[in-house]
């Protein structure tokens, strides 16, 4: 199984972006989806997450900015981002809990980077 995540690239503050990530491969099915992010010299951190009955939930730091969708015929999950703060810039990172009929995996996308910088 693959995730590629795509979107990400320089935008102003105050500005928005859309990152996608599409899993691919031997798929059962894919249970909860979502987008955590690393700035430089920090820890990875949660964004937000996505189940594929759709129940979300995400940081307080981006509540009411950010928004997590998916699209399960698709096996894909997006995190639309507005209002961005230079503080929102890091390497974003999609994850997946994919269903191989008997077992479960989580996975990792490689990370798309987002700038936030005027």
């Known amino acids: 199984v693959q995730l590629q995540a795509s979107g990400g690239g320089l935008v102003q503050p105050g500005g928005s972006l859309r990152l996608s990530c599409v899993a691919s491969?031997?798929?059962?099915?894919?249970?909860?989806m979502g987008w955590y992010r690393q700035a430089p010299g920090k820890q990875r951190e949660l964004v937000a997450t996505?189940?594929?009955?759709?129940?979300?939930n995400y940081a307080d730091s981006v509540k009411r900015r950010f928004t997590i969708s998916r699209d399960n015929a698709k096996n894909t999950v997006y995190l639309q981002m507005n209002s961005l703060k230079p503080e929102d810039t890091a390497v974003y990172y999609c994850n997946a809990d994919v269903v191989h009929i008997a077992t479960m995996q989580n996975y990792w996308g490689q990370g798309t980077l987002v700038t936030v910088s005027s």
């Open positions: 996505i189940t594929s009955g759709g129940s979300t």
């Open positions: 491969g031997v798929i059962y099915r894919v249970n909860v």
